[in-house]
């Protein structure tokens, strides 16, 4: 593919200066090769000077007092399939930047060495919006954008990683409401991220199908991973800690895609997520106490094995139907509000549920701390369960972890998971399908 190059008025106005002096000029704006450098084995930036890198069609080497505009102007001349690059440096925008060039890779330096800084911006609900399919971002950081850090609406095989997205006030309910933001597409990688500040999720995939999420670490967030109304998706060796709840898998009503399921959720340290809740009031998010360290609501047919869960100040891991008693209400006939056919197992608890939030304590029947590392409300839709055993939840082989069958919906409560119903197994979910 031909290399694209960045122009700016600077490099018109010299080529017609050099036309007026007799040189020739090219289609592209430059001096045709009998007088510049076309004859050089290295291609550079025409403007800058800057030497093109190797896998690059288009490269922003430096910031300058226009970024929004070079790179910006990048991306809508990329033809598909091309790399744009972006050197070193901390690029300042004051806009929503946008990628609609199927199969186009966004790369900068390093995620510790190229930052697209939003803090100026004043207009656009993300800092970058992704509609094309086959897009990549990797290696550099997306910051203090006043949205989402980067959405991607209804594509296919979007690939984020090596990159990171942050908002450096702590806590702020100024800071945008996700870091990632992948909605209704089909193909979601997420490797090797990092997300803080986001004051709904840091990482988030919604609506979506084959879904990795692997190797990444979610801090400093409302919600540090959460997937939601999402199926077929692999959630492995993570790290979600500080956060207000470490890992939701959600299905909630009101939304075109009912009913999320089969998360394989492994191998992945969940800590401290004891953040007081910071989100916007009247978010479901809101709602969401903090000390929790895994969550499933209202989603069936979900893994989640080979976990460490400690230090949370809640409780470990719940697991509980979409209940109006203590979330908003809805008019969605078609949602599906309990939880069933999930499969907990062969986990590692340690030091969870020390200090609760009231919501939790009312959800354990008033116990006294520490509560339970595993609480289950005991909720089950009695007209799924006569399609057999594949409905109910198990829960077993945790080691030592404590748990409570809370009976939340009739029956008496139940600490063992053998009295409960709940000692049982289901077939191990496979990795996200290809």
Known sequence: MASLRIFSPRSWTACLFACALGVGCNSSGSADAESDTADSDSESDSDTGAELPEGCDAYIAAPSDDDQSALQGALIDAA??????VG????????????????????????????????????GANGLLITADDVVLEHLKVVDSAGDGVRANDVANITFRDMAVEWTADASVESGAYGLYPVGCTGVTIQRVWV?????????????????????????????????????????????HDNTAGLLIFNLPGLPVKDGKRCNTYENVIENNNLPNFAE??????????????????????EFHDNTIRGNDSTGFVMIHYNTDLLKSYDDPSFDRYAQGNYVHSNTFEGNGTAPHELMVILANGMSAPLPDIIDDGCTDPDLMVMGDGMTNCIGDNGGATYLWSAYCGGPPSSNPSTAGTDCSHPNLPDVPE
């Open 281 to 302: 009031e009247g978010t479901i998010v809101a709602e969401v106490p903090y000390g929790i360290g895994a969550f499933i609501l209202a989603a069936d047919g979900n």
């Open 88 to 123: 070193e440096g901390t690029f300042h925008f004051n806009t929503e930047v946008t990628i609609t060039a199927t199969g186009l890779t966004l790369r900068g330096a390093g995620v510790d060495k190229t930052a697209l800084d939003f803090a100026e911006q004043d207009l």
């Open 196 to 240: 803080k500040g986001a004051r709904d999720a840091g990482i988030y995939v919604g609506q979506s199908t084959k879904v990795l999420v692997e190797d990444s670490e979610a801090y400093g967030n409302v919600a540090g991973i959460e997937i939601e109304n999402t199926t077929d998706s692999t959630v492995r060796r993570n790290h979600a």
């Open 80 to 85: 598909d399939g091309a790399t744009v690059c």
